[in-house]
Every structure is written in C-alpha cells, then in structure tokens.
C-alpha cells in the first residue's frame, strides 16, 4: 500500500512539475523545432529508408538495436507487479551489435531523458501518454514484460521510429554475482565524494571491485545536485568497458562462461531473447577482436536542465539523428 501511495504522489508531482516547467523550456524546444525538420519529413512513412542532409540511408539490417536496461530494485524479477511496484530503469543502454563483424557500440540513454511515455492507472490501463523521464516508462508497466514494452516503445518514440530488435532488463540483486563471477573488475577512482561511499574508493586510485562494491560504484550519486545522474552514467560507462576486459579474460580460463552469466543472471533477468540468441552474442563478442573501449560508448547527446524539483535531459535532435543513421543505417551508393 505504501509503495501504491508513493507512485501516486511521484506521478502527481512529475505532472505538476512539467507544468511548471513548460514555460522554462518552451524557448529551447521552439528553436529545436524552428532549425530542424520534423519527424515525418525527417524518417517518411518508410523507416527503413530514410533521406537526410542530401543523403539516403537504409536500415543496415546486419546492426541488431538491443535495449539493455539495469532496473533499480533488488528482487528477482519472476513476478509482475502493480504500477509503480515494479521499479525504475536507472541505467538504458542501447547496443548496436554488427553480426557480420562481431563488435558491439553501445548508446547510454540518461535515465532523465523526457520523451513521450504511457501513463497508466494502477492496474496497468494506459490512460495516454505525456512528456516524462524515461526512466519511469519501467515503472508504469508490470515489472516484467509490459515494463519492458513501454521503455522500448519509448526508445523507438525518441529516436525517430527506430525498431527495437530485443530487450534485456536486469535488477540490482544480480550485479555482486555477475560482477564476482569475472573474477571482479577493475575500474578507475576520479571521484573524490566516493569515498564516503566505501573507503576503498580513493580518488586516483584503481580498484577492482568485488561483491556489493560493484553496485556502490555503479549507482551512488548525490541527489542533492543537479544532473548527478549524467556523471554516474560516465562511470557506469567506464564500469562496462572494465567488465568487458574482465570477462574475456576470464572466459579464456574458464569453458562454458557465457552460460554461466546467463544462469546466475536467469531469475533477475526479463528478456525476450532466446538463450540461443543470447548465447550467440556473447559468444561472438568473446570470440571477436574487439576491445570494448570508451570510443565505443556514446551518450546520448542533449542538454541537462534543471527544475525547481528534477533533472531534465532533452536529447539534441539534429546530433540525435546523425547518431541513429551513423549507427544503425547505411549510406546507400
């Protein structure tokens, strides 16, 4: 029952609080608007092809879009919940994996992102759809499929009509196991008000972190100023390139390690992937030349705002675009 109030008064403020802050905006948005085409003269009715700046593109459909999502809850995610149960997506990455090369580029998403998202009532009825953090797009659905389905509905509203070729949400609870079972990882400490989080995290130092460090690392940030979420999203950023090391450095010591993660993280994990698919692509990135490095992370480019209660991120359009046609689409001959 507390967790139904709470959502209720979170929605209630978010919807008083975007009113507030139209005005404040409003100018931004108007000249986004004013400098760049409109989606339907932008993407056309066909989304596989697209002309833009004198170019056309088509959909590359060797570039798989996978929707990576870390949900901040605990649990596992074997059940549905009600609306506003089912926790948050505190971190949104979306992968570009090439299957013909075997590499992976990664697209983080601030969580604070506003977009188009469904809002529901409390037993999961879409009542319509507003301009809101991205991250609540999760905590609308069920805390299972549904959830999964609004955010990726979301991701495709933002950027242009893209398709979504999978989603994977995994909670907080599997990260020490996951993490623990790469033999650790090893990142580097430039934060100096981590410290208060554990000792151990001295500014200047690397550290490989193991248990429930992982997750100290990977989610602390100081609510009390603004976009302190941008600057964890950098270090979950360093924390993938460092896991990546990790795991295929393990990998070579250890037979059967892909389906290993899969196990461990199986009941924290919703996915619509099959463990064929997912096997596949781990597989392929273990087996591919690539280190995963921070040119191979981009985040979404925007502006962060700040309003008398939230953080806002508004994603900049025209930046936005060239980075869905670079990643995902072909320049046609």
């Known amino acids: 029952m507390v967790l139904v109030i709470l959502f209720a008064a979170v929605t209630w403020n978010l919807w008083q609080e975007k009113k507030l802050a139209v005005q404040e905006n409003q100018a931004w948005n108007s000249q986004a608007k004013e400098t760049l085409p409109s989606e339907e003269s932008f993407y056309g009715q066909n989304r596989d092809r697209v002309e833009y700046e004198g170019k056309t593109y088509r959909r590359n459909t060797y570039i798989k879009a996978f929707l990576c999502m870390g949900i901040d809850r ?100 599997a990260l020490a196991k996951l993490n623990d079972a790469v033999g650790g990882v090893t990142v580097a400490i430039d934060d100096p008000e981590l410290e208060s989080r554990d000792p151990d995290f001295k500014s200047g130092s690397s550290i490989t972190l193991m248990g429930d460090q992982a997750e100290a690392f990977l989610r602390y940030r ?90 806002e991120y508004y994603p900049d359009l025209e930046h936005t675009k060239q980075m869905v046609l670079d990643l995902f689409y072909r320049v046609e001959a």
Not at 121 to 148: F, M, V
Not at 150 to 171: F, P
């Open 74 to 173: 605990r649990d596992e995610l074997t059940q549905t919940t009600v609306a506003g149960a089912g926790g948050q997506s505190d971190g949104i990455f979306l992968v570009a994996q090439d299957t013909i090369r075997d590499t992976v580029r990664i697209l983080a998403i601030p969580r604070d992102t506003m977009t188009s998202i469904p809002l529901t009532d409390l037993s999961g009825n879409i009542l319509g759809y507003d301009t809101q953090h991205l991250t609540l797009a999760y905590a609308y659905g069920d805390g299972r499929e549904k959830s999964c389905q609004y955010m990726c509905e979301a991701v495709t509203e933002l950027l242009g009509g893209l398709k979504i070729d999978g989603y994977m949400a995994v909670s907080m609870g």
């Open 222 to 311: 100081d609510t009390k100023k603004n976009q302190s979420a941008i600057t964890r999203l950098q270090r979950q950023e360093s924390y993938i390139t460092g896991y990546a090391a990790s795991m295929r450095e393990k990998a070579v010591k250890e037979d059967g390690l892909a389906l290993k993660l899969l196990d461990i993280a199986a009941p924290y994990m919703v996915t619509n992937l099959s463990k064929d698919q997912y096997l596949d692509m781990c597989m392929a990135f273990l087996n591919s030349s690539q280190q995963l490095s921070g040119d191979d992370i981009q985040i979404l480019p925007g502006k962060g705002v700040e309003t008398k209660i939230y953080d």
